[in-house]
């Protein structure tokens, strides 16, 4: 997949599957998981000449929540899209257990965004619309759809329309609809961007609710307190690759990359450092 040798000192973009305690992977996650492990390998998604995805590998299985960081333009929204079979690679192969994403399956992985998308109805209208496009049952979705209002503390604003919800009653609002599919793998795309302590603690909490009820997290952040609070282990990206994997412990007390380093430091990480890493990595 590379445009380029690569030298036997360049740490392998491959980053295996981490064990995870026994107690902490949910009765019903195996044997005939619809989602994981959810696996890519080889991915590869360029624009105008740049790799923004640069041969990734990379499996999710397990349980937790697993903190995708790194800067602006690193390709972290772009490797969860990936991931989510909501775009298409340029080269290499996702896989939900050992298949393509399909969209029977595409109800079991959930996804929020950093600016939610919702429709111009009320709170529990979108809710159940989301169970209604899922196939769920008629008899079966508004109960479903009051009970995610309900733990997600919406239950008041059922009747009101989306639109005219605060930004953190909206952005709850999104992961309550995602969560009332009960999906297996949740992908949260900078959640709590631009919201106040209150909403972000509420969000951080329903998806800590949903861990304890069997959903693997995918979270992309930028806030340093927060993935310390969240995190069971970190990614670290930078330039379209992963420059780290590790549990979230090794990662803030003792990151294994420079780059990661750096960035807990509070450097600026340019592209222009990951080339000269590059040519040095290159050089005999
Ligand atoms: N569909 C696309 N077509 C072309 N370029 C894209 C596409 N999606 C993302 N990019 C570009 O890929 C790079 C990585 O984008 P991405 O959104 O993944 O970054 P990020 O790490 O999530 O950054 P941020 O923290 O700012 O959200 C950016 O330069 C972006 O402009």
Same mark, same amino acid.
Do not use: Y
């Given at each position: 997949? &590379?445009?380029?040798? *690569?030298? @036997?000192? =360049?740490?392998?973009?491959?980053?295996? @599957?981490? %064990?995870?305690?026994?107690?902490?992977? %949910?009765?019903?996650?195996?044997?005939?998981? %619809?989602?994981?492990?959810?696996?890519?390998?080889?991915?590869? !998604?360029? /624009?105008?000449?740049?790799? +923004?995805?640069?041969?990734?590998? !990379?499996?999710? =299985? #397990?349980?937790?929540?697993?903190?995708?960081?790194?800067?602006?333009?690193?390709?972290?929204?772009? +490797?969860?899209?990936?991931? $989510?079979?909501?775009? =298409?690679?340029?080269?290499?192969?996702?896989?939900?257990?050992?298949?393509?994403?399909?969209?029977?399956?595409?109800?079991?992985?959930?996804?929020? !965004?950093?600016?939610?998308?919702? +429709? /111009?109805?009320?709170?529990?209208?979108?809710?159940?619309?989301?169970?209604?496009?899922?196939?769920?049952?008629?008899?079966? *979705?508004?109960?479903?759809?009051?009970?995610?209002?309900?733990?997600?503390?919406?239950?008041?604003?059922?009747?009101?329309?989306? *639109?005219?919800?605060?930004?953190?009653?909206?952005?709850?609002?999104?992961?309550?609809?995602?969560? $009332?599919?009960?999906?297996?793998?949740?992908? &949260?795309?900078?959640?709590?961007?631009?919201?106040? %302590?209150?909403?972000?603690?509420?969000?951080?909490?329903?998806? &800590?609710?949903?861990?304890?009820?069997?959903? *693997?997290?995918?979270?992309?952040?930028?806030?340093? $307190?927060?993935?310390?609070?969240?995190?069971? =282990?970190?990614? !670290?990206?930078?330039?379209?690759?992963?420059?780290?994997?590790?549990? $979230?412990?090794?990662?803030?007390?003792?990151?294994?990359?420079?780059?990661?380093?750096?960035?807990?430091? #509070?450097?600026?990480?340019?592209?222009?450092?990951?080339? +000269?890493?590059?040519?040095?990595?290159?050089?005999?």
């Amino acid at each position: 997949m &590379l445009d380029r040798p *690569r030298s @036997p000192q =360049e740490p392998a973009n491959v980053v295996a @599957p981490r %064990p995870v305690p026994a107690e902490r992977v %949910p009765a019903h996650a195996l044997p005939s998981d %619809p989602v994981l492990p959810l696996s890519a390998r080889g991915l590869v !998604f360029a /624009r105008a000449g740049r790799r +923004l995805i640069d041969d990734i590998d !990379f499996t999710l =299985e #397990g349980a937790g929540i697993t903190l995708i960081m790194g800067h602006n333009g690193a390709g972290k929204s772009l +490797l969860l899209r990936l991931l $989510a079979g909501l775009v =298409e690679p340029d080269a290499g192969t996702v896989t939900w257990n050992g298949r393509a994403p399909d969209r029977a399956r595409a109800t079991r992985v959930g996804f929020v !965004f950093q600016k939610p998308v919702l +429709l /111009r109805r009320s709170a529990l209208g979108n809710v159940v619309h989301a169970l209604k496009c899922a196939g769920v049952k008629r008899a079966e *979705r508004k109960l479903r759809a009051h009970e995610a209002l309900q733990r997600a503390r919406l239950a008041p604003l059922a009747g009101v329309p989306a *639109r005219l919800m605060s930004g953190g009653e909206q952005q709850r609002l999104a992961l309550a609809r995602a969560l $009332a599919l009960r999906p297996r793998v949740l992908m &949260l795309d900078e959640p709590t961007a631009s919201l106040d %302590p209150t909403s972000v603690a509420h969000i951080e909490a329903l998806a &800590l609710e949903a861990v304890r009820a069997g959903t *693997r997290i995918l979270f992309v952040g930028h806030d340093l $307190a927060q993935a310390r609070r969240l995190a069971d =282990e970190v990614v !670290f990206m930078h330039s379209g690759r992963i420059a780290e994997r590790t549990p $979230a412990a090794t990662f803030f007390d003792n990151p294994q990359s420079p780059l990661a380093a750096r960035f807990l430091a #509070g450097d600026l990480l340019l592209d222009e450092d990951r080339k +000269l890493k590059r040519e040095e990595e290159t050089t005999p």
